[in-house]
């Protein structure tokens, strides 16, 4: 069972990277541009996200997915500013990241890795309006693929979760707040570009 886990620990962070890897290649394209609001905020949040999750589970098997995406976020968010390919931040997307800062800064004052922990879930949430306000209004602001492939590898997480199962219900948080928040932003893209197709082939 450990080895079992370990592997898929392996496998979820090779998702992960590959996702950004995609992502990357698909900003660099000019087919997508990063939201600059939601990407600061992961910078920070899942830095945070890393050790608060490590110190809460005990478990590095369960954290290494944070680990490797805190890292790779930064490395992305650091890549697209340098190419100039990130958007703007307007002042809803201000407001958002001023919320989700402020949760991230409540871990000071709780002190307890297991609230701080899902206080940054919250902040996750909070982080993603900006890109979930971005696709409603234009589906074609991001491409399904690498968010897929994120949601795909916080399930193989909630897998590992599962496996080394401990009884400590807040484990579950993480993966499985973000295994949701990824992929439907994948699934809207598809939905509402589907549904723009549908309607600009009606008859008028």
Not at 5 to 14: C, E, G, T, Y
Not at 21 to 48: D, H, K, M, P
Not at 83 to 96: E, F, N, Q, T, V
């Amino acid at each position: 069972m450990s080895a079992l886990s370990s592997m898929l620990a392996a496998v979820a962070a090779m998702i992960h990277l590959s996702a950004y890897v995609v992502y990357a290649r698909q900003t660099n394209r000019g087919e997508t541009r990063l939201n600059t609001a939601t990407w600061i905020l992961w910078v920070f949040l899942s830095s945070l996200n890393a050790a608060s999750y490590l110190m809460m589970s005990g478990d590095p098997a369960k954290s290494l997915l944070s680990f490797a995406g805190a890292t790779a976020c930064t490395v992305t968010l650091i890549y697209a500013l340098a190419k100039g390919k990130a958007s703007p931040i307007a002042p809803w997307d201000a407001a958002a990241l001023a919320a989700g800062l402020a949760a991230a800064g409540a871990w000071m004052v709780w002190r307890s890795a297991t609230y701080a922990n899902l206080i940054l879930q919250a902040g996750f949430v909070i982080s993603m309006i900006p890109t979930y306000r971005g696709i409603f209004k234009d589906p074609a602001a991001e491409k399904p693929l690498p968010w897929l492939m994120w949601g795909s590898a916080y399930a193989v997480n909630l897998c590992v979760v599962l496996l080394r199962w401990r009884g400590h219900d807040a484990d579950l948080a993480y993966p499985c707040i973000n295994l949701v928040t990824h992929s439907g932003v994948g699934w809207c893209v598809i939905t509402l570009t589907r549904r723009r197709a549908r309607r600009s082939q009606d008859p008028a």
